[in-house]
């Protein structure tokens, strides 16, 4: 993994990028429990529940038009989909009484008011998920753009969410970063030509460093974290550094 250099040299910082699922939040549990309940309905791996390992290794971070063919390589696309939507909605139900932000983020999204940054959150989720996501969060106004990977020509681990968030912010990715917590987010990061914060709420910190991660935080209250902002010097509302 590059060292946190990587990030200083962003000096001054112009803008942050946040994916959505287990960075904002820790979100991947109930992604988790809705696809082993409806998988085990439908008896994918002849009724046995999938593990969390399985979860990790196969549907972590994936977009549901990759993830239907995977898991069904044999059903018709269209029906599979549907499971993808059923799954979904599955979601959007369970998620109010769960969803809880990662330790740390409002205290950031504090920090990042008043210096003038700017910022967009990028995400693989359907929109009504991440608008729900968001709405539970309480950072609906936070973020002036939400890029849907399913409305760009390529979803993550692609770049084009992340370029498309660039342009619309008018953001330069020589003073812009990501925060990521898959390894797919974080290849589509650094194919786009921006440095990425990897989160490690659920998936290995190897797997985020070997997919190019230029630093490996526990959560937004990380000690690390804390220390490259402040080298970032931010520009402030005034126009000060």
């Not at 040299?9 to 939040?25: H, M, N, R």
């Amino acid at each position: 993994m590059a060292t946190d250099s990587a990030l200083t040299k962003l000096a001054p910082l112009e803008a942050i990028l946040f994916d959505v699922d287990g960075t904002l939040c820790d979100s991947d549990p109930i992604h988790f429990c809705a696809f082993r309940e409806l998988l085990q309905q439908i008896g994918f791996n002849d009724g046995v529940p999938i593990t969390e390992e399985f979860y990790s290794a196969n549907i972590s971070g994936g977009h549901n038009d990759d993830l239907a063919r995977s898991l069904f390589p044999d059903m018709d696309h269209e029906k599979a989909m549907q499971f993808m939507d059923d799954k979904e909605a599955f979601f959007r139900k369970l998620a109010p009484g769960q969803l809880k932000a990662v330790d740390g983020l409002h205290e950031l999204c504090r920090w990042i008011e008043g210096r003038n940054l700017k910022l967009a959150a990028v995400t693989n989720a359907p929109r009504a998920n991440a608008e729900l996501m968001l709405s539970l969060l309480g950072l609906t106004d936070f973020f002036p753009v939400l890029v849907i990977g399913s409305e760009c020509d390529r979803a993550k681990p692609f770049p084009d969410p992340y370029l498309k968030a660039l342009e619309l912010i008018g953001a330069s990715p020589d003073h812009t970063f990501i925060f990521e917590d898959s390894a797919s987010g974080i290849r589509a990061g650094v194919a786009a030509g921006v440095a990425v914060v990897g989160l490690t709420t659920r998936n290995p910190g190897k797997a985020l460093s070997d997919a190019g991660a230029s630093l490996l935080i526990n959560d937004f209250q990380d000690p690390k974290l804390l220390s490259v902002l402040e080298e970032l010097k931010p520009v402030t509302e005034n126009g000060k550094v």
